[in-house]
């Protein structure tokens, strides 16, 4: 094994859009486990929109801020390599949260309340989907559509970001309760990948004509909008939405780059108006919420091939800070992006 | 009895705040029944903040819209001097929609759907209380602390506009639920009456020491905020609300004057991280889904001693523009604001 390895650690602290420059790598000595330590080989990191706020300097909600000058924070997939703790044995593989490098070490007894490693099921599915479809994202997509969002058959779910991590799976559950799923997602790659994974109608908030295409794509209007973005899509959609719709709230990706003010006009007065107008029901929720129920169902529907998870994968822990600005930048990928940092074995 | 009655007629919808001059004062003959129709004398009429989106002439939300030259509709509370329809007798005093007019004719089975008038219970309460306790603020009321807010024993709820009609109720729904009740009012005066109704204590929002005064007031913070205001107001609760806080939205009289949206800078990216950082659920709701319920469980509490009804009475239909306009420029009234046409009999 060699002696040293890459960690991308926070140089700054993000100013509006994360920068590739905020990050650099940088090498370092391998870690050594001590008594009750497990040494970890990093797979695969994910880059979350909601790190976003692990690379403010204000951060202002949960998950943790990344340090300057020390690995970025955030979840990843990984294999145990050394254990001197008794239930983590060397091939496991588990799902934590140990940053942006290639090895790290562990003491799974002093874990914080995310707890300690999760151990995976490696017959399920790829291990990689531990970071997408059967972990963090897919909880967000059940608790959203399935406890917040309350969605019953025959009701119309309309969702933003719908190519992402979250969204991607949030439609499918959506047609396994027997709902209609509606996709909002930038550009004609991801609205046809939409439709592929089996949402009923889509809307690309690119295209000059997206008011219109969501018209088309809602004509009796939409009992639940699954939001994850906020700004001009959403502002959009909310006239669409029907009276007593209810609007999950798991994500404002429009406005991580902002404080508690933008650049003007003001828009809380007909945001206001608009909840009034159609007595909305929106209620901000964090996905952990949907815990392990969530993450069974899931993996259940995965199964019987009613749930596909959808991934675009890049290569090289170099490549992690290019990725995660590109979250903010409207890329092309679909479904959850991640990066492989090394094979498993 | 007189052959000719005086109308408040609109003259101009509004731009910005209600203005006096947007109505003028005519006179009319005074209709006179026909077949399955009734007489009807006002004797008060309610300056509701929520008329001003009667008076826009871009009306985005229910309850209609007055129309040029016509008399500004509105609640009002009425004598039946002479009844043509088998449900009504001489002498009744029902609560309707018949506008700011002295006299007004009915027929009771051409209703719209808010319906008939309704027969008052007049040993119950003064009959004005039909449009405050008794009648649609009271329902606000109810409805937002007791079916949206889910208040129970114990918990905190901060009440914006509280020295108005639904506010000054709202706390003490709260206080006969069990719950701690915290006002927040414009100007010493109305702090103190909220004081004298039962609060536990208040926040005097045109103090120059606002934010401190309501972080003491909620050590703790608040677990429900029945919010009827929008604007700064609101602004420096939220960050006062706990984890998964409710927050029943009743109104929003910051941007009654405002279109969709105000001048810069946008608060909307701070009201959705508040949103999301604090897991709240946001309820925009009308009062009239409380019914017959609500108003029966208020009537007894007021029996019981439990709640007291405040009202402010201006006298003359020539006092309704200026009272009105009054409404929102922060007013020195507590309770509800209403205007006394007529004497009974």
Redesign the interface.
Known sequence: MAQTMKQVVLAAYAQGNPQPGDFRVEEVPIPQPGDGEILLKTLYLAVDPLLRFSVDETV???GGRAELGQPMIGPVVSEVVTSNHPDYAAGDVVEGRSGWQEYAVLAPDQSDYRGPPRKLDTTLAPVSTALGALGGPGQTAYEGIVNVGRVTAGETVVISAAAGAVGSIAGQIVKVLGGRAVGIAGGLAKCAALLDLGFDAVADYKAPDFAAQLRAALPEGADVYLDNV?GDVTMTVLPLLKRGARMP????IA?YG????????????????L????????????GMLAGQKGLEDIAGWMKQGRIRFAESIVDGIEAAPAAFSSVFSGHEHVGKLLVRVAHRG
């Open positions: 202002l909600t949960g906020g709230m798991c994500g404002f406005y902002v404080g508690m003010e933008g650049p003007g006009p003001d828009r809380l007065p007909g945001f206001y108006r909840i009034m107008n159609k007595g909305l029901e929106i209620r901000g929720f964090a």
